[in-house]
């Protein structure tokens, strides 16, 4: 649980950086923000999502599908149905494989933490 001081600091920076959040009413269940901000951090680094995907999530050719749009493949964009396509992989038109939990050692919990974090891409609230 945060600290007062600590909720009061991120809406001070959310304000001075005029970075939008996504409501907490507006998570889907069982998403916060805290498994969104630990998914980023596993998307860009353990997790190596980002070497199809891209560090920005827009995709790469081939590769890894565009993350921050409204379009999906091998989902509806709900946060279960990424879970469910990060879980058990997926290919693509190219014939690029993302294996179950996108390869590395993840756990169950990581991996809800990047689809979290996957879903936050596309759902962020207009500026």
């Known amino acids: 649980m945060k600290s007062a001081t600590t909720r009061l600091v991120l809406a001070a920076a959310m304000l001075v950086f005029a970075v939008p959040a996504i409501a907490a009413q507006d998570l889907p269940e069982g998403v916060t923000e805290q498994m969104i901000t630990e998914g980023e951090t596993i998307f860009k680094g353990p997790g190596i999502c980002f070497t199809c995907h891209g560090q ?33 992989g997926a290919t693509n038109a190219a014939g690029a494989v993302m294996p179950p939990k996108g390869g590395p050692p993840l756990t169950d919990d990581q991996v809800k933490a990047v689809a979290a974090y996957v879903w936050s891409l596309s759902n962020k609230p207009a500026k």
């Open 56 to 88: 920005d999530a827009k995709g790469m050719p081939g590769l890894g599908a565009d993350l921050t749009d409204k379009e999906w493949t091998h989902a509806d964009g709900t946060y279960d149905s990424i879970l469910a396509t990060i879980m058990k």
